[in-house]
């Protein structure tokens, strides 16, 4: 029986933290302030 290695995710983290931060983040903080009361 072959042992999967952890090595090929590695691959995967810088293109889940450009996801994160480019559209999770923003995503969050628009909810986020369309919840609020924000009086320019």
């Known amino acids: 029986m072959r042992r999967s290695s952890a090595y090929p995710y590695w691959f995967?983290?810088?293109g889940g933290a450009i996801f994160v931060v480019l559209f999770i983040v923003p995503t969050v903080a628009s909810f986020y302030?369309?919840?609020?009361y924000w009086d320019p």
């Open 33 to 36: 302030f369309s919840l609020t």
């Open 12 to 14: 995967l983290i810088p």
